[in-house]
């Protein structure tokens, strides 16, 4: 069974504040800041075994860590045009030293495509250095005029996963295109993320970048989500920051290059897609604990003395086995209060350990995700607690590919596409001749916005819904964050 998903979609931000508060994972709007949220100590642990999947996925791949000032000076940012133009409105500025007004302006990074270019001209003169793949996992800083909503849309992004490389053609940049998008599968795959890939259009590229390529997923209120993005730059920061390499024909020329980044929004999807109406249902693949053990008090001293010896027992087998666990002893809650609370915190097992389970040599475990429970000898505890972790992983990612399957539309009528989004958001394709003027229009019409079109080829046989030429492929649009 499930439990119900009623608050969860149908008041979704009220459930994600209650969720992020109240589960002690990020204290949003107290901080006297707007746009800026704390991050509390189990939410910091989760932050961390997310940010150790992806770290751990691209150390793997040849990807280096590096770390950057966080300050870059006006002139620099300005060097590419198109980039600055992107960010201009959301740069914070640093004009002051003490009392003293400084020469030059210096940015809080938004990005650091150009701060990272820069050293690379001065690290990088060969082909022979190349591919060169750095990354860093930073704060960056967007001055949000709209209304901010906590790990969505802030103005500090504390958990900025920006990568950078940069290599000798055009073809080899494809390729590290390429590899970006598989390390992402990868990466929301471990965490049951599902995602939609479209290439964005011409009109909503990364600011100075060839092509954008996004990842998005559905939230539980419909509303659509970016959750990473990778772009392909090409010669542009190269040639604005006249960085040049010797190639492999001897010639001197500008190296091409291309960026990828995730944020918080990747723990954002993680607490929102699997959750109920008790709370999150957290991976076992980055949950802070995958176990909670709770006592149940017994009669007298003597039996609750023993269920708590057996109880530290059975946490020294899990600690062992390294399944990361806690004991939750608080004499002044009930067990009901603790298991409120836990499931909240959406630990994805529960063990309870009374007098019967003592005198049985038992353990009593409960899903967080589908709430079946079981009785599990001592001996098999182990065997047990990690088939159950892996069917809880799996049934999680099940679970969210089926919602946000469910919420993907295929309309040929312009009106009709708008009125699926209108009554229940989701994404709809529909057929698109492929020019920018009927993309606009079709965001236009539907005042939605146009995520792209499929990576991969997609066959419609189908006219454009604005022009009623033959569709090339197919147009997603959808309401976002
Ligand atoms: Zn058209």
């Given at each position: 069974?499930?439990?119900?998903r009623?608050k969860?979609s149908k008041?979704f931000?009220?459930?994600?504040?209650?969720?992020?508060r109240e589960?002690?994972?990020?204290?949003?709007?107290r901080?006297?800041?707007?746009g800026?949220g704390?991050?509390m100590?189990?939410?910091?642990?989760l932050?961390q075994?997310?940010i150790?999947l992806?770290?751990?996925l691209l150390?793997?791949?040849g990807h280096?860590?590096?770390?950057?000032?966080?300050l870059?000076?006006?002139?620099?940012?300005?060097r590419?045009?198109t980039?600055?133009k992107?960010?201009?409105g959301?740069v914070?500025?640093?004009?002051k030293?003490?009392d003293?007004?400084?020469?030059?302006?210096?940015?809080?990074r938004p990005?650091s495509?150009v701060?990272i270019?820069w050293?690379?001209?001065?690290?990088?003169?060969?082909y022979?250095q190349?591919p060169k793949?750095?990354?860093?996992i930073?704060?960056?800083f967007?001055?949000?005029?709209?209304a901010t909503?906590?790990?969505i849309?802030?103005?500090?992004?504390?958990?900025?996963?920006?990568a950078?490389t940069?290599h000798?053609?055009?073809?080899?940049?494809?390729k590290q295109?390429?590899?970006a998008i598989?390390?992402?599968?990868k990466f929301f795959?471990?965490?049951?993320i599902?995602y939609?890939?479209?290439?964005?259009?011409?009109w909503?590229?990364?600011?100075?970048?060839?092509?954008?390529y996004?990842?998005d997923?559905?939230?539980p209120d419909?509303?659509v989500?970016q959750?990473?993005?990778?772009?392909?730059l090409?010669q542009?920061?190269?040639?604005?920051?006249?960085f040049?390499?010797?190639k492999r024909?001897?010639?001197?020329?500008y190296?091409h290059?291309?960026?990828?980044g995730i944020s918080d929004?990747a723990i954002?999807?993680?607490?929102s897609?699997?959750?109920?109406d008790?709370?999150?249902v957290l991976?076992?693949?980055?949950s802070p604990?995958?176990?909670?053990?709770?006592?149940i008090p017994?009669?007298s001293?003597?039996?609750?003395?023993?269920?708590?010896?057996?109880l530290?027992?059975?946490?020294?087998i899990?600690?062992?086995?390294?399944?990361?666990?806690?004991i939750?002893?608080?004499?002044?809650?009930?067990p009901?209060?603790?298991?409120?609370i836990?499931?909240?915190?959406g630990?994805?097992?529960?063990?309870?350990?009374?007098?019967r389970e003592?005198s049985?040599?038992?353990v009593?475990?409960?899903?967080r995700?589908?709430?079946?429970?079981y009785k599990?000898?001592?001996d098999?505890l182990?065997i047990?607690?990690?088939?159950i972790?892996?069917?809880?992983?799996e049934n999680?990612?099940?679970r969210?590919?089926e919602f946000m399957?469910?919420?993907i539309?295929?309309?040929?009528?312009?009106?009709?596409?708008k009125k699926?989004?209108?009554?229940?958001?989701?994404?709809?394709e529909v057929?698109?001749c492929?020019k920018n003027?009927c993309?606009?229009?079709?965001?236009e019409?539907t005042?939605t916005r146009v995520?792209?079109?499929?990576?991969?080829e997609r066959?419609?046989?189908d006219k454009c819904v604005?022009?009623k030429m033959n569709a090339?492929t197919?147009?997603?649009?959808a309401k976002?964050?």
């Amino acid at each position: 069974m499930q439990l119900t998903r009623e608050k969860w979609s149908k008041n979704f931000s009220e459930w994600f504040d209650w969720v992020l508060r109240e589960g002690e994972f990020y204290d949003y709007g107290r901080y006297p800041i707007k746009g800026m949220g704390v991050w509390m100590p189990y939410g910091f642990k989760l932050r961390q075994n997310v940010i150790n999947l992806i770290r751990k996925l691209l150390d793997l791949t040849g990807h280096e860590e590096v770390l950057f000032p966080l300050l870059i000076p006006e002139d620099l940012l300005r060097r590419e045009s198109t980039h600055i133009k992107g960010f201009e409105g959301e740069v914070f500025w640093v004009t002051k030293g003490g009392d003293e007004d400084l020469d030059i302006r210096l940015a809080l990074r938004p990005t650091s495509e150009v701060a990272i270019t820069w050293m690379e001209n001065l690290w990088i003169k060969s082909y022979k250095q190349l591919p060169k793949k750095y990354y860093q996992i930073v704060s960056v800083f967007r001055y949000e005029t709209k209304a901010t909503r906590p790990m969505i849309r802030l103005r500090e992004i504390t958990t900025f996963k920006e990568a950078h490389t940069v290599h000798e053609t055009y073809e080899d940049a494809q390729k590290q295109v390429e590899e970006a998008i598989e390390i992402y599968k990868k990466f929301f795959d471990e965490i049951g993320i599902p995602y939609v890939i479209s290439e964005r259009p011409e009109w909503d590229r990364f600011a100075g970048a060839l092509h954008t390529y996004a990842f998005d997923t559905i939230m539980p209120d419909g509303r659509v989500m970016q959750i990473g993005t990778v772009h392909h730059l090409g010669q542009n920061f190269s040639k604005a920051l006249d960085f040049k390499i010797q190639k492999r024909d001897g010639s001197l020329d500008y190296p091409h290059q291309t960026s990828y980044g995730i944020s918080d929004r990747a723990i954002a999807s993680v607490i929102s897609i699997h959750g109920d109406d008790h709370g999150p249902v957290l991976p076992p693949s980055v949950s802070p604990y995958k176990v909670v053990l709770i006592p149940i008090p017994a009669k007298s001293e003597d039996e609750n003395k023993r269920v708590l010896e057996y109880l530290q027992e059975i946490y020294e087998i899990l600690i062992k086995n390294n399944i990361s666990s806690i004991i939750d002893y608080d004499p002044e809650k009930t067990p009901g209060e603790k298991y409120y609370i836990w499931e909240l915190k959406g630990v994805p097992i529960r063990i309870e350990i009374g007098p019967r389970e003592v005198s049985s040599n038992t353990v009593f475990i409960k899903r967080r995700d589908n709430l079946e429970s079981y009785k599990v000898k001592k001996d098999e505890l182990i065997i047990r607690i990690n088939e159950i972790l892996n069917d809880i992983q799996e049934n999680l990612r099940k679970r969210a590919w089926e919602f946000m399957n469910s919420k993907i539309k295929y309309s040929n009528d312009i009106n009709e596409a708008k009125k699926i989004i209108e009554k229940e958001l989701g994404i709809v394709e529909v057929p698109w001749c492929g020019k920018n003027e009927c993309g606009l229009k079709i965001e236009e019409l539907t005042d939605t916005r146009v995520l792209g079109y499929p990576i991969e080829e997609r066959r419609v046989n189908d006219k454009c819904v604005i022009c009623k030429m033959n569709a090339k492929t197919v147009l997603r649009i959808a309401k976002t964050y």
